[in-house]
């Protein structure tokens, strides 16, 4: 890809609308758990329609670049965050689930994590968004096509599957007060030192 049509692609209107949406989306849950329930849940079912409907827009294009990129959101942070939400959800935080490729083949029902699904769209969104902000215009274009391909595969049917149990909780009668498991002061001073400044900076 010659250097303008790689401009091109990671300046486009399609890909600064996803950057937009996706870095909302990260901020949203690092701070979800300093919500009450309800309205973190009432939130989530609208911000993911629009991840969804910003990275299916994306342009598609092959890669071409043998770049490793650099991975940002560690297992610490991941479970922190996943750990948040589940704290918040009780025992609301797992569904049933009918569309995993193992269900055919097992006998019992499958069960999955709204939490677990949460944290892993934001572990892709989080590692694209802030290799997008290096400014290296073959470390956005690569790190773009690895989050549209992990779309494709991985966590965007996490993110519909989830979007059905958020819908079923928000309009159903479920009692969050008598299930909502407060962090202990220990797990409040484990919060990773880069969610406290890491949007302190905009999006150019």
């Given at each position: 890809?010659?250097?303008e049509?790689?401009?091109?692609l990671?300046?486009?209107k399609?890909?600064i609308e996803?950057?937009?949406?996706?870095n909302?989306?990260?901020?949203?849950?690092e701070s979800?758990?300093?919500?009450d329930?309800?309205?973190?849940?009432s939130?989530i079912?609208?911000?993911?329609?629009l991840?969804?409907?910003?990275?299916s827009?994306?342009?598609?294009?092959?890669?071409?670049?043998?770049?490793?990129?650099?991975?940002?959101?560690?297992?610490?942070?991941?479970?922190y965050?996943?750990?948040?939400?589940?704290?918040?959800?009780?025992?609301?935080?797992?569904?049933q689930?009918?569309?995993?490729?193992?269900?055919q083949?097992?006998e019992?029902?499958?069960t999955?994590?709204i939490s677990?699904?949460?944290?892993?769209?934001?572990?892709?969104?989080?590692?694209?968004?802030l290799?997008?902000?290096?400014?290296?215009?073959?470390v956005?274009?690569?790190?773009?096509?690895?989050?549209?391909d992990?779309?494709?595969n991985y966590w965007g049917?996490?993110l519909?599957?989830?979007?059905?149990?958020?819908?079923?909780?928000?309009?159903?009668?479920?009692?969050?007060?008598?299930?909502?498991k407060?962090?202990s002061?220990?797990?409040e001073?484990?919060?990773?030192?880069?969610?406290?400044?890491?949007?302190?900076?905009?999006?150019?």
């Amino acid at each position: 890809m010659s250097e303008e049509h790689l401009n091109q692609l990671v300046y486009s209107k399609q890909v600064i609308e996803f950057v937009t949406v996706a870095n909302e989306y990260c901020k949203f849950i690092e701070s979800a758990g300093s919500m009450d329930t309800r309205d973190m849940l009432s939130k989530i079912q609208k911000i993911l329609p629009l991840v969804y409907l910003k990275t299916s827009m994306l342009p598609e294009f092959e890669s071409s670049e043998e770049i490793v990129l650099e991975k940002f959101v560690s297992e610490v942070d991941y479970s922190y965050l996943q750990q948040r939400i589940l704290n918040m959800l009780g025992t609301h935080d797992d569904y049933q689930e009918v569309f995993d490729r193992d269900m055919q083949f097992s006998e019992e029902p499958l069960t999955a994590s709204i939490s677990e699904n949460l944290a892993d769209i934001y572990q892709d969104l989080k590692d694209f968004v802030l290799s997008y902000r290096t400014g290296d215009e073959l470390v956005m274009q690569e790190s773009l096509w690895e989050c549209i391909d992990n779309f494709k595969n991985y966590w965007g049917q996490k993110l519909v599957n989830s979007l059905r149990a958020i819908h079923a909780l928000v309009y159903g009668d479920a009692d969050f007060d008598q299930e909502l498991k407060l962090p202990s002061d220990e797990e409040e001073t484990s919060k990773p030192a880069w969610l406290n400044n890491l949007f302190n900076d905009p999006l150019d």
